[in-house]
T-cell receptor, first 112, second 112 residues
């Protein structure tokens, strides 16, 4: 069964540092997403990406966040200057046209 | 997006059937009902989706009454490994981008 692959599984970073979370979506999928889940809270939408551009973003996705699909296979989420409150599980997801979402297993980001 | 209401938690025992009912009173004509499962520290996983009546797959059944204002996820003969959070989501599958809006879900604990 095709999978969405995320790396690293766990990232520890110091406050103020930049982090890049990486995702390899399912190859024939068209829509790409990032979600996050702070410990004990709901899964929250961050951003959706289609046709090489952001199609929608939430209030959480401020100027510190950016996404990129640099080479047609990877999909990355960059946080420029991490804050303590950015600590969360970050999930990448992809879907094809009228298909279901497939989520990755997540990257646990810990900002210290 | 239609708002959903589901119980916060449910306890069950191995071998029993678990039924989780979700209310979605303002479901729209184009909306489908989708259920996801999430294990700790993992991404949500698609379980089942339906529009009306009954849908069954190898994992679960989904019962949707004629007015579509609620739905019931049925997990037959649960095992310990079915302990997870189950989310009911309602939305237009075909809408481009189509972010998922997660509620708090139902935390199901299967006891031996």
């Amino acid at each position: 069964e095709p999978e969405v692959t995320q790396t690293p599984s766990h990232q520890v970073t110091q406050m103020g540092q930049e982090v890049i979370l990486r995702c390899v979506p399912i190859s024939n999928h068209l829509y790409f997403y990032w979600y996050r889940q702070i410990l004990g809270q709901k899964v929250e939408f961050l951003v959706s990406f289609y046709n090489n551009e952001i199609s929608e973003k939430s209030e959480i996705f401020d100027d510190q966040f950016s996404v990129e699909r640099p080479d047609g296979s990877n999909f990355t989420l960059k946080i420029r200057s991490t804050k303590l409150e950015d600590s969360a599980m970050y999930f990448c997801a992809s879907r094809g046209d009228r298909e279901d979402y497939t989520f990755g297993s997540g990257t646990r980001l810990t900002v210290v | 997006l239609a708002k959903t209401t589901q119980p916060i938690s449910m306890d069950s025992y191995e071998g029993q059937e678990v039924n989780i009912t979700c209310s979605h009173n303002n479901i729209a004509t184009n909306d489908y009902i989708t259920w996801y499962q999430q294990f700790p520290s993992q991404g949500p996983r698609f379980i089942i989706q339906g529009y009306k009546t009954k849908v069954t797959n190898e994992v679960a059944s989904l019962f949707i009454p004629a007015d579509r204002k609620s739905s019931t996820l049925s997990l037959p003969r649960v095992s310990l490994s079915d302990t997870a959070v189950y989310y009911c989501l309602v939305g237009d599958v075909g809408a481009a981008g189509n972010k998922l809006t997660f509620g708090g879900g139902t935390r199901v604990l299967v006891k031996p």
